[in-house]
């Protein structure tokens, strides 16, 4: 038996509780793994408490990352003792998660935990940072260098936007930060970010084609925001486009893109090949000031992480929530 987070939906009553589970009851896959920690992602958030149609079948455990150490596997690829990591796959959505002392997935979904990462830092990282990362590479793969001008990061105060201003200001960018929490500037400037702005500068609906401003820019918000942000680039300049914070609609037109070459970039942080997987992580191990993850993390227990999820959605958490599973 382990303890995890259980969503079950009866007669439209939607409920998650922490409770015991038998081994047994856990789906089909070729790894076990015992589950260190997790994380709340925004994804999660939604699962947990009903507010999104995130998961796709009942019962269901929540979790889109963890990580942990291998109890069995029948994959050659991975022996017992392994340290993993796993982000995306449809796991807290399809399959079964990572909010649990145990998971059971398929081998291809995993890597093997970066060196120089313990299983909490990974988590403290997790999706959002990791996505971050792909966002990042996805800019530099473009040709963004970070003599070419300001590199705007939206959302600034989530997730994947403090991880997006900590990492392109270590690899030399000038990041402005966009936000709703303007009481958080000086955390924001503790990652790096050199100049903060408010996010109703680019969340209501605006001109087509707009001053240039950004090189280039990361966005996890989406709606007129990323409209905004696409009218408002130089000239072959290009978003890297992970969220829908805001939205998922697009009140744009093709302007930006045909009168100025700008690019919008589409960044999918849940089916990466293997590879570029390892790739992103591996770059998030070099390049990531690790002694900063306390600034940006706060840990809970496997019991307060569903008031946390709460928390999240109502806007009242900056920065990362680990979950030790095992407390």
């Not at 455990?61 to 022996?79: E, K, L, M, T």
């Not at 590479?137 to 959302?155: N, S």
């Not at 390049?287 to 706060?298: G, P």
Request: proline share 4%; charged share 20%.
């Amino acid at each position: 038996m382990f303890k995890a987070i259980l969503i079950e939906k009866e007669s439209e009553i939607y409920s998650a509780k922490v409770t015991e589970i038998d081994e047994a009851s856990l789906p089909a896959g070729d790894v076990l793994v015992d589950v260190q920690y997790s994380t709340l992602n925004y994804k999660d958030g939604l699962a947990i408490t009903g507010k999104g149609p995130v998961v796709r079948s009942f019962p269901m455990v929540p979790g889109i990352d963890f990580a942990g150490v291998v109890a069995h596997s029948d994959d050659p690829r991975y022996a017992v003792g392994d340290a993993v990591v796993l982000n995306g796959w449809g796991v807290g959505e399809q399959h079964w998660g990572g909010l649990a002392q145990k998971a059971r997935v398929r081998g291809d979904w995993l890597i093997p935990l970066p060196k120089g990462l313990t299983a909490r830092q990974a988590m403290a990282v997790g999706t959002a940072g990791y996505t971050a990362m792909l966002c990042v590479l996805a800019l530099e793969r473009y040709g963004i260098r970070a003599d070419q001008g300001d590199v705007l990061v939206t959302g600034a105060s989530g997730g994947v936007g403090s991880f997006a201003i900590a990492l392109l200001a270590r690899r030399g960018y000038r990041v402005v930060a966009s936000t709703g929490k303007l009481n958080e500037t000086a955390y924001l400037q503790q990652l790096g970010a050199a100049e903060v702005i408010d996010r109703a500068t680019l969340s209501a609906p605006g001109k087509p084609l707009q001053k240039e401003r950004w090189a280039a820019a990361v966005d996890s918000v989406g709606g007129h925001t990323l409209a905004n942000v696409c009218a408002s680039l130089r000239a072959d300049g290009a978003v890297a486009a992970c969220g829908l914070a805001q939205g998922m609609e697009l009140p744009a037109t093709v302007a930006p893109f045909i009168l100025r070459g700008v690019s919008l970039l589409g960044v999918n942080s849940v089916t990466r090949p293997f590879a570029e997987r390892q790739q992103a992580w591996q770059a998030l191990a070099e390049t990531f000031d690790l002694a900063m993850l306390d600034t940006l993390t706060q840990e809970v227990g496997l019991d307060a992480a569903i008031p946390a999820a709460h928390d999240l959605l109502d806007g009242r958490v900056r920065g990362r929530i680990v979950v030790d599973v095992n407390r």
